[in-house]
């Protein structure tokens, strides 16, 4: 596939090199000369320095030929109107990322067709709505929901004590239905067989009906308990979501912020919400409003530095949970060492919501998982096939990969090997980077 990404900042890097891997013919856009040397430098794609809502420009990077134009800039409006352009010279689809809440909260951007637009991304939204599902299972190092809902992936990690510790996967029996997709350790991530054991430390990542949930988590030794106060550092774009989205569950929730026009703006739009004028840096301030005593710290400021050393001075104050935005890849296998519990990346979870128009297929959705060291598919199966009416037995699906759940007239089934594929059904695919392309060869339509 001929793809243009239009922006090199940390979204469109990701995204090109998750394409590039993959062997689609990507072009990316840029106008900065610092960027188009990074990544020309660590990605085998080829780079065009200019702006891309010029015609001459997009016309070197083969416009007229593309199939899907990403325009991931810092600015919204070039963005949109290079999608705008883009369609105008025939190209299927195209994806925008616009952040400005005067476009997308006033329904500004309601006609998209009319302006070119297949898809709009807002990160802060989309990692918003992340943190508040975490919020939903504490527990969990990362939550994700299929098929309407009725599907959960959840990482859990496994600790010391418990029940499944040194059991075989082929040991453990439940009564409820579930699957054990993946395990991380020591870094690896690893598509468990039969005979593979469970060890303290690893974090596993498990398949179920949403329903049942909760009593597998609890066989694995988790325990879901219910958070009840939060606290965010940042007021930005993300911080505001998210305490709008927290309201609404009925949480407490308190915000630091040290902008204060930006507290001023905020008070005025949350109605539950305690704004706080102040600098997260400042421990006493933090031991003065109780950030050690909350279920939940969030630190989603714009450093990923500060992120970090605050959350780590609400850890050690007796924050039950913490989460911290992190932009930069290499700072997340830091967030493990030093004990913070999530690293959440808006670029990886924006990246995953765009690659849903990539894959080839009906894909209703796509995740990223562990930094895009996996990926999760939600893909509906063609009316014809050659996989339909078969025993998954008798096909020969790739390898690192494997099927998590298959939905059919709303009924979940986590298949074993007798079962069959219909068309219609929605199928959860579990798969590492290597296997996804023969992922997508498997589900052809015929």
Excluded: W
Excluded at 93 to 103: G, H, I, K, L, S
Excluded at 124 to 140: S, W
Excluded at 217 to 239: A, D, M, N, P
Excluded at 345 to 355: C, F, K, M, Q
């Amino acid at each position: 596939m001929h793809v243009i990404i239009m922006g090199a900042g940390k979204v469109g890097f990701n995204i090109a090199q998750i394409l590039s891997r993959e062997n689609h013919d990507v072009v990316v856009v840029e106008n900065d000369p610092e960027r188009c040397q990074v990544v020309e430098d660590n990605l085998d794609v080829q780079t065009i320095r200019g702006n891309g809502a010029s015609l001459s420009v997009l016309e070197e990077a083969k416009i007229r030929e593309a199939e899907l134009l990403i325009a991931v800039t810092e600015l919204d409006e070039l963005n949109m109107v290079a999608c705008l352009l883009a369609k105008s010279l025939g190209v299927p689809r195209t994806v925008a990322r616009v952040r400005n809440p005067e476009y997308v909260d006033t329904g500004a951007l309601a006609c998209t067709n009319s302006l070119g637009i297949d898809l709009i991304i807002n990160p802060e939204r989309v990692a918003a709505k992340h943190i508040a599902e975490l919020v939903d299972v504490p527990e969990a190092l990362n939550v994700e929901y299929y098929a309407e809902g009725k599907v959960m992936l959840v990482e859990l990690p496994i600790t010391a004590d418990a029940p499944v510790v040194n059991k075989k996967l082929k040991e453990l029996k439940f009564s409820n239905p579930y699957l054990i997709a993946a395990i991380i350790r020591n870094g690896n991530m690893i598509v468990p067989r039969g005979d593979d054991r469970l060890l303290s430390g690893d974090q596993v990542f498990v398949v179920a009906e949403t329903r049942v949930m909760k009593t597998v988590e609890r066989l694995l030794g988790r325990e879901r308990r219910r958070i009840q106060s939060v606290f965010i550092l940042g007021g930005g774009r993300l911080g505001f979501y998210l305490a709008t989205l927290l309201e609404k569950k009925g949480v407490k929730v308190k915000m630091l912020e040290k902008n204060l026009q930006k507290c001023r703006g905020i008070s005025e739009q949350l109605s539950r919400t305690m704004v706080l004028h102040g600098d997260g840096t400042d421990i006493q301030l933090l031991e003065q409003e109780d950030a050690g005593k909350v279920d939940l710290f969030v630190a989603v400021t714009g450093d990923d530095k500060v992120n970090l050393l605050v959350s780590l001075l609400a850890k050690e104050l007796g924050a039950k949970k913490t989460i911290a935005q992190i932009q930069r890849s290499d700072y997340v296998p830091l967030v493990e060492k030093i004990g913070i519990d999530v690293a959440i990346s808006p670029r990886t979870l924006t990246a995953g919501a765009i690659l849903k128009y990539i894959r080839r297929g009906d894909i209703v959705s796509v995740s990223l998982l562990d930094g895009a060291k996996a990926e999760t598919m939600e893909i509906i199966v063609p009316q014809r096939a050659d996989i339909i009416n078969r025993t998954l037995t008798s096909l020969k699906f790739p390898g690192n990969a494997l099927i998590g759940a298959v939905v059919r007239e709303g009924k979940v089934i986590i298949p074993s090997g007798s079962d069959i594929l219909l068309p219609g059904d929605h199928v959860i695919v579990f798969a590492l980077p290597e296997a996804v392309s023969k992922v997508e060869r498997f589900f052809a339509a015929m």
